[in-house]
Antibody
Framework: QVQLMESGPGLVQPSETLSLTCTVSGFSLTSYNVHWVRQPPGKGLEWMGV???????DYNSALKSRLSISRDTSKNQVFLKMNSLQSEDTTTYYC?????????????WGQGTLVTVSS | DIQMTQSPASLSASLGETVTIECRAS??????LAWYQQKPGKSPQLLIYNANSLHTGVPSRFSGSGSGTQYSLKINSLQSEDVASYFCQQYYNYPYTFGAGTKLELK
């Protein structure tokens, strides 16, 4: 069945770079796009960016200068890197598979990984 | 960016009651709207897509409607397991944006 699983460090120092991995199973990264969404504790959701099935990416303009998404199709993994982390980047990070055509909703989500930015 | 204004922010209702949550987009999103349910410590779960299409396995007491800039999620005959937060998401244009959420509690 379709599964996504985020992994990464739970704690990152301010101004450092965050590296997260989304490992997927049950589908091919060359057939589906994978999005990153984050959620501060007790707050709403923010779409961060997408790795398209063709290998290109799109980013939320609010994060674009700090964000990079890549993938390794042989390992079924999508990677998120974000630099210059600050306290407001303390959130739960999710990866999700996009469904639809043209515009995409999210039927499958990872369990999320909480990242705390603190010294 | 398209702003999604969701209301109410919180809602208290009784078992068996019908509740409605609304989302207003800052521009026409042409039914590019999804609704999610999220329980504490869990990932969001898709309920509705394309404004009114029920996701597989979602109980039929959930329904979505609307068009243009105004959309709503209705829960008929509220059950205890419906206690959760609910979010709308527009996917008509990038960046995708979400409503701030509605926290639904039992009265």
């Amino acid at each position: 069945q379709v599964q996504l699983m985020e992994s990464g460090p739970g704690l990152v120092q301010p101004s450092e770079t965050l590296s997260l991995t989304c490992t997927v199973s049950g589908f091919s990264l060359t057939s589906y796009n994978v999005h990153w969404v984050r959620q501060p504790p007790g707050k709403g959701l923010e779409w961060m960016g997408v790795m398209w099935s063709g290998g290109s990416t799109d980013y939320n303009s609010a994060l674009k200068s700090r964000l990079s998404i890549s993938r390794d199709t042989s390992k079924n993994q999508v990677f998120l890197k974000m630099n210059s982390l600050q306290s407001e980047d303390t959130t739960t990070y999710y990866c999700a598979r996009g469904e639809g055509y043209g515009g995409f909703w999210f039927a499958y989500w990872g369990q999320g990984t909480l990242v705390t930015v603190s010294s | 960016d398209i702003q999604m204004t969701q209301s109410p922010a919180s809602l208290s209702a009784s078992l068996g009651e019908t509740v409605t949550i609304e989302c207003r987009a800052s521009e026409d999103i042409y039914n590019g709207l999804a609704w999610y349910q999220q329980k504490p410590g869990k990932s969001p779960q898709l309920l509705i897509y394309n404004a009114n299409s029920l996701h597989t396995g979602v109980p039929s007491r959930f329904s979505g409607s609307g068009s243009g800039t105004q959309y709503s999620l209705k829960i008929n005959s509220l059950q205890s397991e419906d206690v959760a937060s609910y979010f709308c998401q527009q996917y008509y244009n990038y960046p995708y944006t979400f409503g701030a959420g509605t926290k639904l509690e039992l009265k």
